[in-house]
Nanobody, 124 residues
Framework: QVQLVESGGGLVQAGGSLRISCAAS????????MDWYRQAPGKRRELVAR???????YYADSALGRFIISRDNAKNTVDLQMNSLGPEDTAVYYC??????????????????WGQGTLVTVSS
């Protein structure tokens, strides 16, 4: 199996910054896409930022210019640096990956994996 574990959430004042991280582990053959999604109370889960293994990135309009996604392919980690945070950024942030899980004795299978989420609360 492939697992994702987030860390770094917490409480921050409006205008502040926070960095959240996600580490993948398990039978990883390779990871194509790593994303950050978020879900605010009473709202649908939405894509915040995406980074491919070639380092191309995508940002939602709400994140563009304020958030930076980065990954370390050697360590199978992805970070989200969040700046100029506002109360509207309060949500549970979920790490997501499209990966290839190594199979025994050879080969791989495609898997979609979610982390358990980390809460980010921005106070006004």
């Amino acid at each position: 199996q492939v697992q994702l574990v987030e860390s770094g959430g917490g409480l921050v004042q409006a205008g502040g910054s926070l960095r959240i991280s996600c580490a993948a582990s398990g039978n990883i053959f390779s990871i194509d896409v790593m994303d950050w999604y978020r879900q605010a109370p009473g709202k649908r889960r939405e894509l915040v930022a995406r980074i491919r293994d070639g380092s191309s990135t995508y940002y939602a309009d709400s994140a563009l210019g304020r958030f930076i996604i980065s990954r370390d392919n050697a360590k199978n980690t992805v970070d989200l640096q969040m700046n100029s945070l506002g109360p509207e950024d309060t949500a549970v942030y979920y790490c997501h990956a499209n990966a290839k899980e190594a199979m025994w004795p050879s080969g791989y299978k495609y898997v979609e994996v979610w982390g358990q989420g980390t809460l980010v609360t921005v106070s006004s």
